[in-house]
C-alpha cells in the first residue's frame, strides 16, 4: 500500500460538519489518521485544508490568513448569528444605503473586540458552548480580539430584507457570523449571516481546491491527491542539510548552525552563515528541513539561542522537537 502523507485543498460542500468531511475522506482512504486546519459551520462552503498521516502534526505551522465571500442579511437576527438559527426580530431595511454600510464597514477593519456567537465550538468548563446552549444553558462569552486586514462591500441584493455581498480577509479565530451580527446592530436593524464560502485557508485557495466527489475519481484513477508538505509550508526559510546532519536530526541530536538574521522563505545551509536583513531571528520561529543528498522533506527545526555572543554571528542550534519531527522515509 503507498504512504498516505500529505494535504489536501477540499471544497467543503453545503451541510456537511468538517468532521463529516473528516470521516468521509478516512473511509475514502482507509486511514484513520486525517485531521482538519480550521471548522467550518455546516452551512458554509468552501476551502477546509486537510491533514493525511504524519502531515496532521504540521497543521499548526501552515498560513494562518484565511479569505472569505460572506452574504449578510440586515433586517434579521438570529439565535445561531446564522440562517440555521430561529429568528429572534425583524426590521425594516427600507432605509438603508450603500454609503451606510460601507460607513460603518470601517469599525470592522484592523484589530477589533469580537464576542464569538454563543453557539461556537469554543469550549467553557471543557464542554462546547452550542452544546450548552442548546441544553438552555446561559453562557457568557468571553470577548477576543481578532484581526481583520480588508472587509470590502462587492454586491447588493434587494429582496424582502437587504442583503450584502462582502469579501474579507482576516486571522485565525474571526468569526464572519459575528460580523454579521454586530455590523447590523452598528446599523440599527440586525443582522444575520445569509451564506459563507472561505475562499482561502491555510495558503489553500478555492480556485484549485477539490470536491469529495472530485477525490474519490481521482483515487480510483490513482491520481495524486496530495499537496506536498515542502510546498504547504514554502512561506517558512528553509534549512538544508547532509546526510551526516540529516541522520543526527531524526536521532533527535542537535545540529550546530550559526546565522546573524533569516530572511522568510530563504534557504540556510547546515553549519553555515546566513546574512539577511527582512526578518531578525527573534520573529523566525519554525524552519522547514529538508536532507540535501535525497531531497527529502525533514520535518520542522525550531531554532535556539545561545547565550554567548560570539564574533561573526550568534550561536545557535538546530533542535529536533520530537513532536513535529516528520520522516517521509518511513
Sequence with gaps: MTYMFGFINLNKPRGLTSHNCISKIRRLLNLKKVGHGGTLDPLATGVLPIAVGKAT??????????????????????????LEGEVLTTKSTTHLSREAIVAALEQFQGEIEQIPPVYSAIKKNG???????????????????????????ID??????????????????????????????????????????????CGMSLDSSLSLEQ????????????????????HLPAIILNSHE?????QGQTVPI???????????????????????????????????????????????????????????TLAKPKIVCINVRE
Design 127 to 153: 464542554q462546547k458552548m452550542y452544546e450548552l446552549a442548546r441544553k438552555g444553558i446561559e453562557v457568557k462569552v468571553p470577548p477576543r480580539i481578532v484581526t481583520i486586514d480588508s472587509i470590502e462591500v
Design 246 to 250: 540529516a541522520h543526527k536530526w531524526l
Design 258 to 316: 550559526v546565522i546573524d538574521e533569516v530572511q522568510a522563505g530563504s534557504t540556510l545551509e547546515g553549519g553555515s552563515t546566513l546574512h539577511s536583513q527582512n526578518l531578525s531571528l527573534s520573529n523566525q520561529k519554525y524552519y522547514r528541513t529538508h536532507d540535501r543528498e535525497n531531497n527529502h522533506f525533514l520535518g520542522i527545526s525550531i531554532i535556539s539561542q545561545d547565550t554567548n555572543i560570539a564574533k561573526g554571528g550568534l550561536p545557535c
Design 57 to 82: 502534526r504540521l497543521l499548526q505551522f501552515l498560513p494562518e490568513q484565511k479569505a472569505y465571500r460572506a452574504r449578510i442579511r440586515f433586517g434579521v437576527t438570529t439565535t445561531t448569528d446564522d
Design 156 to 201: 447588493f441584493i434587494l429582496g424582502d430584507f437587504l442583503e450584502v455581498d462582502v469579501a474579507i480577509s482576516c486571522g485565525s479565530g474571526t468569526y464572519i457570523r459575528a460580523i454579521a451580527r454586530d455590523l447590523g446592530q452598528t446599523l440599527g436593524v440586525g443582522g444575520t449571516l445569509a451564506n459563507l464560502v472561505r475562499t482561502k485557508s
Design 215 to 234: 477525490l474519490e475519481a481521482k483515487l480510483r484513477q490513482n491520481q495524486s491527491i496530495f499537496i506536498e508538505p515542502a510546498q504547504a509550508l514554502a
